[in-house]
């Protein structure tokens, strides 16, 4: 009998240690989800997005990061027979030939970005305040489009070389420009990526203090020192962000490269693609990637070695300097510039479209690839628009680790040159979504990856101005984080959605490799029948698409010179 109890006991006892142990299960879930819902509240500061808007932002950033992880992945696994190759005889001349070019185009596009701007904005220059929106008009013009222009006044069949022939030095010297050299390709991209500079830098001198240069000068130092000693200083930061886009864009050119002959990484790409040398454009295209990086880092660490702050609050507006003896001297500067990047390619562009249009070349088929660069651009600015609004949105209200991952990803592609971007969706869409291959769709997607960060850039900068009490207040009325940024939001900042739309949409028309690597059978755009006419000779039938696209571009020049 004392054993029967004792065994009840037993029992009873491991009754009531189960029933406890059931307890503190039933109790571990809560316990785990308050501990997780603690650490979302932690990491998003106390203001956690809604699951659609973050939703949004995430599949953005995979869209914006795929093509170049593909692109890197594959280049990985190409095997050692295509790495050995490409190392032993390939990518040493091509990192020689695309770098100097880079280092070579960059310092003399920032010497006359920063001389144009000084004498503009600073000097008593005759019709200064046309030249400030006149020397950026080279902005307007793709260097491809410049370069068709130089080969028909300079190139070997060109009208400066008629002119030599006709004239008595042609006895004396042979014909001395080579337009199909590294000094063609330099001067070509230098005259038109210079504005890059001149926009910034006439921003900066614009808010430089009076008051830095009254010291200097009482300290006796004259003009040219205070230039080298207090304006240069300043314009540093002007000069490394003009330097940086100067750098990308050479990198990333293929147009002009390509009518004037030159080899860099990106035109080796192209062609390896061409021949359907698959492991030999990956791995390419990793090495381009690996430069595009290094030269994104040595611009952030040198900026963030030089610092220059105007710390006075008196502000005072510059004096305008007079010129004096240097004014004729100036103006021919300036006037050579102004000739040799705008007169010049738009008088070219004007007589060659007149001769088309006298024969015809104006017609339907033109209309047709006027329509299929509106349908593609467009398309990828109405998506462009789409896709940033929630991400500005997202770091802009909801900050955290996840929405700065999500911002830098989406800037992805802007910082690439489109033979990479255009490679890595042929690799998914090939492989993944072939009912989109070889479509129309995939030029619009390669366009939203690599300029939605323009998008982004506009939309950023109205939303900045718009308080979020706003928001605030429609969340406590029970809206959910999706619907206070299309119902009130949205319309606020609408301008400055519709300026990123229109400069997506411009560069979109503007873009050549992506659309030659991606358009299917039959689809040509304007850039496409440009290059591919120009390559031809065939002047008439390039002009008149080459004009129109420099006449739809000055829409993002104007966007440009309202904000700067």
């Not at 185009?105 to 701007?117: D, E, L």
């Not at 500079?197 to 010291?215: D, Q, T, Y």
């Not at 070695?305 to 005072?316: A, V």
Request: avoid cysteine.
């Amino acid at each position: 009998m004392t054993t029967n109890h004792h065994d009840k006991n037993h029992d009873q006892t491991n009754k009531e240690m189960h029933t406890e142990e059931q307890k503190v299960e039933g109790k571990k879930p809560s316990t785990i989800l308050r501990f997780m819902n603690r650490r979302w509240m932690d990491h998003w500061s106390g203001n956690p997005p809604g699951p659609i808007l973050l939703l949004i932002g995430i599949v953005t950033a995979i869209l914006m990061s795929v093509p170049i992880l593909y692109v890197i992945w594959r280049a990985v696994f190409a095997g050692a027979d295509s790495w050995a190759r490409l190392l032993g005889n390939r990518i040493p001349g091509l990192i020689w030939d695309t770098l100097s070019l880079v280092v070579a185009v960059t310092a003399a596009a920032i010497t006359i970005g920063v001389s144009v701007a000084w004498l503009v904005v600073r000097t008593d220059l005759p019709g200064r305040k046309w030249l400030q929106w006149m020397m950026a008009l080279p902005l307007v013009i793709p260097p491809y489009v410049g370069a068709v222009t130089y080969i028909i006044v300079f190139g070997p069949s060109g009208w400066a070389r008629d002119l030599w022939e006709q004239s008595f030095l042609d006895s004396i010297i042979a014909y001395p420009i080579n337009i199909y050299s590294f000094w063609g390709v330099f001067i070509t991209l230098t005259l038109f990526t210079y504005p890059y500079v001149f926009l910034i830098a006439s921003a900066s001198l614009r808010k430089m203090n009076k008051s830095f240069e009254e010291v200097a000068r009482s300290q006796g130092m004259s003009t040219a020192q205070i230039f080298f000693k207090v304006n240069l200083p300043l314009l540093r930061p002007a000069i490394g962000a003009g330097a940086i886009l100067i750098s990308l864009y050479v990198l990333s050119d293929f147009g002009a490269i390509a009518m004037l002959r030159y080899v860099t990484f990106t035109a080796a790409i192209y062609y390896q693609r061409a021949g359907f040398d698959i492991p030999a454009a990956s791995v390419l295209s990793l090495v381009l990637i690996v430069i595009t990086v290094l030269i994104l880092w040595l611009e952030s660490y040198t900026r963030r070695k030089n610092k220059y702050y105007q710390t006075t609050n008196s502000y005072k507006e510059p004096d305008i300097l007079s010129l004096g003896k240097w004014k004729p001297i100036a103006t021919l500067y300036i006037g050579t510039v102004f000739s040799l990047a705008v007169v010049l390619p738009i008088s070219v562009l004007v007589y060659w479209t007149v001769i088309g249009a006298g024969a015809g070349a104006i017609d339907s088929r033109f209309f047709g690839f006027a329509w299929n660069s509106i349908k593609v651009s467009g398309l990828a600015a109405v998506i462009s628009m789409l896709l940033a609004t929630p991400i500005i949105y997202l770091k802009s209200r909801h900050p955290s680790l996840t929405s700065s991952t999500i911002d830098k990803l989406s800037y992805g592609g802007y910082a690439l040159p489109g033979v990479i971007v255009a490679l890595g969706l042929v690799f998914i869409f090939n492989n993944h979504i072939p009912m989109l291959y070889n479509t129309f769709y995939m030029i619009a997607v390669a366009f939203v990856v690599r300029f939605l960060p323009q998008a982004m850039q506009a939309g950023d900068a109205s939303l900045s101005l718009v308080s979020p009490r706003m928001d605030e207040a429609a969340r406590s009325l029970g809206y959910p984080a999706w619907k206070v940024m299309f119902k009130v939001v949205l319309p606020t900042i609408m301008p400055g959605v519709l300026a990123g739309g229109a400069l997506v949409f411009v560069s979109s028309i503007k873009e050549l490799p992506a659309t030659l690597m991606l358009r299917p059978p039959g689809f040509d755009t304007l850039a496409v029948r440009v290059y591919y006419e120009a390559s031809e000779a065939i002047y008439h039938q390039a002009a008149p698409g080459a004009l129109l696209i420099v006449l739809v571009s000055i829409i993002p020049l104007h966007y440009l010179l309202k904000k700067y």
